[in-house]
């Protein structure tokens, strides 16, 4: 079992700047890919970012540049640093370990114009 515990978002005007947090605890040796999707009212939800054990990442193409995904393996802990946001980064954003159903609770992050 794997608990995954969110923090760090919040109501930020454009162009300013988050940073997520996702710390994962419970019985496992190591994780994989870890990353996060967000989800709108009325769509589905999309992957933004994620991070191999390596440290290898991968972007939506939407928020590449502005966007930073990293991890601290020994706090099994990953992060995602959220520049220049724009009102439609305005999402509940979900941690997720890649290849399990292992989702944290989500945070809620408001852009406003």
């Known amino acids: 079992q794997v608990q995954l515990v969110e923090s760090g978002g919040g109501l930020v005007q454009a162009g300013g700047s988050l940073r997520l947090s996702c710390a994962a605890s419970g019985s496992f040796v190591s994780i994989g890919t870890m990353g996060w999707y967000r989800q709108t009212p009325g769509k589905q939800r999309e992957a933004v970012a994620s991070i191999t054990s390596r440290g290898s990442t991968n972007y939506a193409d939407s928020v590449k540049g502005r966007f930073t995904i990293s991890r601290d393996n020994a706090k099994n802990t990953v992060y995602l640093q959220m520049n220049s946001l724009k009102p439609e980064d305005t999402a509940v954003y979900y941690c997720?370990?890649?290849?399990?159903?292992?989702w944290g609770q989500g945070t809620q992050v408001t852009v406003s114009s």
């Open positions: 997720k370990v890649w290849g399990s159903n292992y």
